[in-house]
């Protein structure tokens, strides 16, 4: 299908590199006709490469702390400006928790960071929503989409205080939603994705068997980065427009296995 995001406008945060499930969905949404900004912490556009990712799309890069309500504030104002004009669609692709970057055991762990880990990889996310709506960012139907993780919902030992994150941007989705459907039919969603190699993904420990067991729990097997980013798309289309306040699982159908066959093979004793 192409075309689904012709003429329509917005702003993808969270492109570090190549692997970046935020770096396909931009590719994806230029392919399918969108214009955009691109946007991320100014440390990540001094390491990553970003600036390819931008000429590639055609591009502004705009440096924001998706902490600061100032960084967002001037994000969202210069967007429209560059755009020329409302946005219909936001990609908030942000994490990182300094617990888990520091290996902290799960029962030692720094407050400090733990708020950290909140303000960035959740509460930034009610930032990027109260700001699109305090500058009128946003057009009627337009969509904003946060990137979740199972951990929300259950437990898994190394994603420590980022499960915690992942509950609270769900709970913004929802709460945040409903306010911005009834105000200018503005639809909030995280997308639950596969666990999936990326810089955020393989920082967590036990990354690779938390990859293989989800592909085997997973009768689709796991979702990529670029599987991702097409459901991204479709979220921004005009083809899920009464969709809003949801978690989607975005996982091949893991959240749904209890066991697989798979699996019961490769743990029988017989
Ligand atoms: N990789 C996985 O296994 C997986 C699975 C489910 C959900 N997710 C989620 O997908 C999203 C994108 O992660 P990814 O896997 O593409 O990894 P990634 O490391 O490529 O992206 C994370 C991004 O967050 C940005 N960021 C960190 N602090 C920031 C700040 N203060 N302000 C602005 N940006 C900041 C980083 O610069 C980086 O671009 C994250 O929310 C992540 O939790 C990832």
Redesign the pocket.
Known sequence: MNNLLKGKRGII?????Q????WKTALKAREQGASFTLT??PI?IRMGAINDLAKACDAEVIA????SIEDLTALFQQSMEVLGGKLDFVLH????SPNVRKKKPYGDLNYEWFQKTLD??AI?FHKVLQTAEKTDAMNEWGSVLG???IAAQRAYPDYSDMAQAKAVLESIARSYGQRFGRLKKVRVNTIS????V????EGVGGFDVFLDYAEMMSPLGNAS?EDCANYCVLMFSDLSRMVTMQNLMHDGGFSTSGITEELVEKLSKG
Do not use: H, V
């Open positions: 945060f969270g492109a570090l590199d692997k970046s499930i935020a991320n912490a990540a924001a702390d998706a902490t692709s942000i994490g990182m960035i990889s930034s990137l979740s993780y994705q596969s666990p999936t990326t810089t955020a993904g980065a």
